[in-house]
């Protein structure tokens, strides 16, 4: 049996989190939501995450600092980061590409490809 693959879902609102674990259960994933900042560190290191998907509009989840946390750190930079954000919001989707993010998309694209995405992504 192939081993279980964790996502770190940085996503607050219950109903797109719910859409997107019903996206990846049934392929094998398994997923660990992040409701705040502040869970990151612990989960990064006690998990050893497969990938990272991150909600850029999330206010609570202060994206950029987790950005920042990921790809400016030696022990998680390598961990691939898919994020998604409002296809109007300009500076959110420049200040993910400054701080390295490996794949950001739409709100909905990511709605309409989620699975194929984090797999083009890893």
């Given at each position: 049996m192939a081993q279980e693959?964790?996502?770190l879902v940085g996503v607050s609102d219950i109903f797109f989190y719910t859409k997107i674990r019903d996206a990846?259960?049934?392929?094998g994933y398994s997923l660990q939501?992040?409701?705040k900042q502040?869970?990151?560190q612990e989960k990064l290191s006690t998990l050893e995450p497969h990938a990272v998907i991150l909600n850029m509009n999330d206010e609570k989840?202060?994206?950029s600092t987790t950005?920042?946390?990921?790809?400016g750190n030696d022990q998680f930079k390598h961990i691939p980061v898919l994020a998604?954000?409002?296809h109007e919001?300009?500076?959110t989707w420049k200040q993910a590409k400054e701080l390295g993010i490996n794949k950001i998309v739409s709100r909905n694209e990511f709605s309409a490809r989620t699975l194929a995405l984090l797999e083009e992504l890893t």
């Open positions: 693959k964790t996502l990846f259960l049934p392929h939501r992040v409701k502040e869970d990151w989840l202060e994206a950005l920042r946390l990921l790809k998604f954000a409002n919001e300009v500076e």
